[in-house]
């Protein structure tokens, strides 16, 4: 069993900060790369951050400049400053995994709600 569990979502005012936070947990071998997405009502999950092949980290255009991802061991974080109405979603973390019964498995959280509302 793998987890990964999300935390730090909820309201905020337009021009606001939060830290999302995601822990993995379980029979983990190795976590070659972790990142994080967003489902907005009605639309589809998209990629917000993640890191490279060579470990630098790449956002979407639309989080240039505001938001900051950054991992320690097994946990990913995302500092989102600057948030927009438009930044109101679900948020995702994801990670590939290796088990230790030498399983792939691609890992998903419950996701944590962010709303960015006056």
């Known amino acids: 069993q793998v987890q990964l569990v999300e935390s730090g979502g909820g309201l905020v005012q337009p021009g606001g900060s939060l830290r999302l936070s995601c822990a993995a947990s379980g029979s983990i071998v190795s976590i070659r790369t972790m990142d994080w997405y967003r489902q907005a009502p009605g639309k589809q999950r998209e990629l917000v951050a993640g890191?490279?092949?060579?470990?630098s980290a790449n956002y979407a255009d639309f989080v240039k400049g505001r938001f900051s991802i950054s991992r320690d061991k097994n946990t990913v974080y995302l500092q989102m400053n600057s948030l927009k109405p438009e930044d109101t979603a679900v948020y995702y973390c994801?990670?590939?995994?290796?088990?230790?019964?030498?399983?792939?498995?691609?890992?998903w959280g419950q996701g944590t709600l962010v709303t960015v509302s006056s």
């Open positions: 994801h990670a590939p995994v290796i088990t230790t019964s030498q399983r792939y498995l691609e890992v």
């Open positions: 890191f490279t092949s060579g470990g």
